[in-house]
């Protein structure tokens, strides 16, 4: 996806909204006016490619308030959550004669279970910040989302970039893939090699072992993953 390679040096981005809203979706009065044809220009990855992104850096999502129908199928791909408690989630579709048009159905069933994904997506009501916290949609609810993120993304920016990407990978799998301990497999086959060969193996526990900050490797050898 392109926003992987818009700042080659950044190892995370963040993702939030302004005013009231996270993402309210697509303007149904426009809608309403297009044609068939533009009506079917979605690009198939999904809004703005979030929905169906595998990309190479973990994406946090600040939830500010509303986030409803794309805005919300943008939320079920972020690598993490963390609303403010006035948050509220919501899939509307059905309620308009629409589905996921992002194509995250599959992913929000293995996310949260059938039953909860049936009733998000059967009644489009609105799933507030505590309930979407207890069903997994949401990682944390502090009243500066924002913030939150940022120091969040300070930590994770503040370790092996190698090891988080590797490890980021397993995790898509996992969420994504077939069996889970044949994926576990692959997984430890393709990309544990790479990282034990690297440098920031060692470096992380020489580090850890001489109670020091790691000094870690940024150039790491992206090929061989």
Known sequence: MAMDGLEPELSIGILTGSGRAFCTSA???QWVTSSEQEQGMLPADGFCGISQRHGKKPILAA???LAVGGGME???NCDMVIASPSAVLSL???KVGLSLLGGTLPLLVRK???????????TGRNIRA????????????VEDPMNE???IAKTIAGNSPDAVFVSREGIFMGLTEGDVFEKGRE????YWPALRDGKNVGEGISAFLERRKPNWDRDWDKSKL
């Open 112 to 122: 949260i279970g059938r039953s909860r994904a049936s009733d998000m997506v059967f």
């Open 187 to 190: 997984w430890k086959k393709k």
């Open 74 to 76: 943008v939320l079920i």
């Open 92 to 94: 509307p579709d059905v």
């Open 149 to 151: 993120a940022v120091e």
């Open 63 to 65: 939830v500010n308030g």
């Open 130 to 141: 505590d309930e979407a916290l207890r069903w997994g949609l949401v990682d944390r609810i």
């Open 27 to 29: 303007d149904m009065r």
